[in-house]
Antibody, heavy 121, light 112 residues
């Protein structure tokens, strides 16, 4: 069974940093592109980053470019999102999401339960 | 970015009746070289992550009941639930991946 389990969320002050992790099981992470997608009640679902199966292709949404970094650890079968210079508008539920296609962000057949990030002073 | 607009924002349908959700993209998501529409549909129930229902505008995912179908091309798409069941109560989202992925705002489906 495919499982994605996110962790690392929490409360942080504006300008602070967090590192989200996603542990994958039931499949080999190196065979799939992976994404982070976030959700808020106001803005809805927002794709924020993609990394290809090889790690050679990475994309970011403009809203996080230069502040967030996506990476993966093949040995640990895990995906990460390092979030720096956090803003209040980054408050959201962050999902780790498996991509169906190869080469670029496509559509998503497996989602974790999400980890909540709250940015507040 | 391609803007996805769904209508209506919510709808209430009687059990066994048809539910129709529309999704319009600000530009075509039909890729001419392979004649595929880069459009997917998801269902999200309370407290759960979204679940992929339809890919390439009309390809039903394994395990999705055949009362749920997708149609459309170019900029206008429709998700149809032909006979609404209680378990279909959810928020439905369209998503394009022709450009940088974007989602519609969601349509909440309830029982009348």
């Amino acid at each position: 069974e495919v499982q994605l389990v996110e962790s690392g969320g929490g409360l942080v002050q504006p300008g602070g940093s967090l590192r989200l992790s996603c542990a994958a099981s039931g499949f080999t992470l190196s065979n799939y592109g992976m994404n982070w997608v976030r959700q808020t009640p106001v803005k809805g679902l927002e794709w924020i980053s993609y990394i290809s199966n090889t790690g050679g292709t990475i994309y970011y949404a403009d809203s996080v470019k230069g502040r967030f970094t996506i990476s993966r650890d093949y040995a640990k079968n895990s995906l990460y999102l390092i979030m720096n210079s956090l803003r209040i508008e980054d408050t959201a539920l962050y999902y780790c999401v498996r991509d169906v296609c190869g080469g670029s962000s496509c559509f998503y057949d497996s989602w974790g339960q999400g980890t909540q990030v709250a940015v507040s002073s | 970015d391609i803007v996805m607009t769904q209508s209506p924002d919510s709808l209430a349908v009687s059990l066994g009746e048809r539910a129709t959700i529309n999704c319009r993209s600000s530009q075509s998501v039909l890729y001419s070289s392979n004649n595929k529409n880069y459009l997917a549909w998801y269902q999200q129930k309370p407290g759960q992550p979204p679940k992929l229902l339809i890919s390439w505008a009309s390809t039903r995912e394994s395990g999705v009941p055949d009362r749920i179908s997708g149609s459309g091309s170019g900029t206008d798409f429709t998700l149809t639930i032909s006979s609404l069941q209680a378990e279909d109560v959810a928020v439905y989202y369209c998503q394009q991946h022709y450009g940088s992925p974007t989602f519609g705002q969601g349509t909440k489906v309830e029982i009348k």
